[in-house]
Structures are given as structure tokens and as C-alpha cells.
């Protein structure tokens, strides 16, 4: 997974940094932040937001002047348009990232038990051979963390827990976790790895099944999408045959006068 690097936040006015907050969904700053990035990211992604969403609602006001007035009530609605689809891309940006790393943390289970299974070793011991099997990213520097906590906080499961929020955010990998320290401490019981292994590779299965059901998506929504395009041209087309006839009308009606 793609390392982020959060800009530094640049001095602005708290009034305007609280009015993006306040206009801003429940959830998007949450997932702003669980993406790695931060305050200034999340500021320039809503004036972004707010000066494409401007720029909307002002092109509908030559349509208005040339056309009709009505049409001013169209600028209210390409405003919230283009707000509303800004907001679902991010939406889909996250769920993706989350996938990927829920995917990345499905591996990283499905390498640690094979490693508990064939070495007599204790857990910091498997940790500290797979840091040389695993790529650079965000699960092999959280394992280093993991490493440094559990010798900083001996006989505690906080630091498994800590790494399973940061690297999996999901209840499956917290449980994975906790069962894995609750293995090491208390019961070396080979049933127990079984079933971490079964976890692991149910991960890695339900990863695969959400895969393919994105690829089918993209394929089934293409036709819908050519359909969609087609209707636009065609209104966009019919639209302007029946202004060129209005106004044709209008001059015949005057030239009549």
C-alpha cells in the first residue's frame, strides 16, 4: 500500500477552518483521517469542493439570460449536484483504501501462522523473521511498532489491539490479534492455530469475492452508462431543435406585427 505524506497545515482563520468542518458530512473528515491524511488536506479538498460546486451554479446563469429565467432554478441544483458527487468519490476512494488494506492485513495473517506452525519460537521471534519477508509499507512498519510495544508493554494484549485497529480496522483483525497474544501467553494449543489459520484464509477468500464483485459492477454499469450518455446527447440535441423552433416562431409572430 501507497505510504501518504500529510502536508504540513498552513495558517488560516479558525472561522473558516470551523465553517468547512460545520459543512462538511458526519463522516468525511473520519475518513480524511483514517486515509492518513489531515487538517490540510481535508481544508483544500473542501474549498475545492465548494469553489467547483460555485462554478456550477454560475454556468447555469447565461442559460438563464439566454433562455429563460426559469432556469435560475437550476443553479441551486448543480451546486448540491456537483457537492453531493464530490462527496460519493471520496466515499469510493475510501472504501477502496479500506479494502486494500484489510487485504494487506489478510497476508499479513495468512504468513504468521504458517511461521507459528513450523518454528518453536516465541511470537516476538516470528514477528522479527517476517519483518525480512515483508514489503515495504504500512503493515511492516506497524509490526516494528508492534515489536517496540510489546517489549516496552510486557503482558498486555493493548499493543496487539493498537496494531489490528491501525493495520486492519476491522473486528476480524482485532480478533485475530488478541487470539494470537492470548496463544503466545497463555494456551499453546495447535487447535488454536488451526483456527487462526481458517480466519486467515477466510479473509483472503471474502478479499477475492469482493475483487471479482467489483470488476462485474464495472462491467455491468458500462452499458447503463453508454445508455445515459446517448439519452444526454439525444435531450441536448432535441433541446436545441425545439429552442431553434421557439425562436423561429417568435420571429415570424414579430415579422407579422
Known amino acids: 500500500m501507497v505510504q501518504r505524506v500529510v502536508l504540513e497545515v498552513k495558517q488560516r482563520p479558525i472561522w473558516l477552518q470551523k465553517f468547512y468542518h460545520a459543512i462538511a458530512e458526519i463522516n468525511l473528515y473520519t475518513m480524511v483521517q483514517k486515509m492518513g491524511y489531515g487538517e490540510e488536506e481535508f481544508f483544500l479538498f473542501q474549498r475545492k469542493r465548494i469553489v467547483k460546486s460555485s462554478f456550477m451554479m454560475l454556468a447555469a446563469i447565461p442559460l438563464a439570460l439566454t433562455i429563460s429565467k426559469w432556469l435560475f432554478l437550476l443553479a441551486p441544483v448543480l451546486f448540491i449536484y456537483n457537492w453531493w458527487s464530490d462527496y460519493q468519490k471520496e466515499k469510493r476512494e475510501f472504501h477502496h483504501f479500506i479494502f486494500l488494506k484489510n487485504l494487506d492485513f489478510a497476508k499479513f495473517m495468512r504468513l504468521v501462522v504458517p511461521y507459528l506452525m513450523q518454528n518453536n519460537t516465541s511470537l516476538y521471534g516470528v514477528f522479527n523473521r517476517m519483518i525480512k519477508r515483508l514489503d515495504e509499507g504500512e503493515v511492516k512498519q506497524l509490526l516494528r511498532q508492534l515489536m517496540i510495544d510489546m517489549t516496552n508493554n510486557p503482558g498486555t494484549d493493548e499493543p496487539f489491539r493498537t496494531f489490528a485497529e491501525s493495520a486492519g480496522d476491522s473486528e476480524e483483525a482485532i480478533t485475530f490479534m488478541v487470539t494470537l497474544?492470548?496463544?503466545s501467553e497463555y494456551a499453546k494449543d495447535d487447535s488454536v492455530l488451526k483456527d487462526l489459520s481458517e480466519l486467515a484464509s477466510n479473509e483472503i477468500?471474502?478479499?477475492?469475492?469482493?475483487?471479482?464483485?467489483?470488476?462485474s459492477k464495472r462491467f455491468a454499469f458500462f452499458p447503463t452508462k453508454l445508455n445515459m450518455l446517448s439519452t444526454l446527447l439525444l435531450m441536448g440535441y432535441m433541446g436545441s431543435v425545439a429552442y431553434g423552433l421557439i425562436t423561429m416562431m417568435l420571429h415570424m409572430n414579430t415579422g407579422g406585427l
Open 205 to 215: 477468500l471474502r478479499g477475492s469475492d469482493e475483487i471479482i464483485t467489483i470488476k
Open 181 to 183: 497474544y492470548d496463544y
